[in-house]
Nanobody, 123 residues
Framework: QVQLVESGGGLVQAGGSLRLSCAAS????????MGWFRRPPGKDREFVAA????????PLGESVKGQFTISRDNAKNTVYLEMNSLKPEDTAVYYC????????????????WGQGTQVTVSS
């Protein structure tokens, strides 16, 4: 089992930045691909970013390219989502997820999910 706990969400003004963290516990963190999804109010879940176990593969969703960055620290069992130039349309619940393959995460089929953290961007 892998347990995922997100943190770092909150209220920020448009143009601001936030860094989300996802702490993982359970099985060997370093062997898992990790990722982030978000669910804006009233909309479907959307892929945001993923990162392979080594950090060499970091696909991003089209709507966040050039704006968000994903990284991981295997020594701390933590994955991060750096969000810059935030816009009101980035308002969503952000979910951390884990699986053995990046492709599985990108497809939205990953097995492990966190409870989510709310990000609200005011205009």
């Amino acid at each position: 089992q892998v347990q995922l706990v997100e943190s770092g969400g909150g209220l920020v003004q448009a143009g601001g930045s936030l860094r989300l963290s996802c702490a993982a516990s359970g099985r060997t963190f370093g062997s898992y691909a990790m990722g982030w999804f978000r669910r804006p109010p009233g909309k479907d879940r959307e892929f945001v970013a993923a990162i392979g176990w080594s950090g060499s593969s970091t696909p991003l969703g089209e709507s966040v390219k050039g704006q968000f960055t994903i990284s991981r620290d295997n020594a701390k069992n933590t994955v991060y989502l750096e969000m810059n130039s935030l816009k009101p349309e980035d308002t969503a619940v952000y979910y951390c997820t884990a699986d053995t393959r990046v492709a599985t995460i990108v497809a939205g089929s990953s097995y492990y999910w966190g409870q989510g953290t709310q990000v609200t961007v005011s205009s």
